[in-house]
């Protein structure tokens, strides 16, 4: 049986765990879908550690066993990024993260919560669309430069 799960917004103490999810959900999520130059281009930069600088204090974290497993980030109505540690992944991890971040969005007065995903990613398709979340719009990715294709989804809240 899995250990109790924690929620908790991040601490400064957590900002390797956080890079470290990151680097994991590349490898096992994008690096496969991407070109050679792209995933280069991922190593040479530090784009997991500039992005747990610039928000990873308003990350919403999970912990078991004080270990961090997964976290999300949503601004206003927008999820920008669910990342659960793969050795955790459909341990409930993500669901618990997402009841959060729709239970906080809806609290703050927005009818629904939003976010992406990209279309070769049937497994968070599938997760999010058992949410109850429909697409709403698509996309080129341009983050990638690899001819990916991004999904709008949105959920009606309350």
Known sequence: MPQSLQLRLA???DSAALVAILHDTFDSTWRPQITPAAVAAYRQGSRPA???AVRGHIFQVA???GAVVGFVDW???FVHALHVHSAHARSGVGTALMDRAEGEIAREGFPAARLETDTFNTRSQAFYAARGYVETGRYPDKEW????TTLLLEKRLG
């Open 50 to 52: 500039a992005y747990v």
């Open 11 to 13: 601490l400064p103490t």
């Open 63 to 65: 912990t078991r066993a």
């Open 145 to 148: 430069n690899s001819g990916l």
């Open 75 to 77: 601004q206003d109505d």
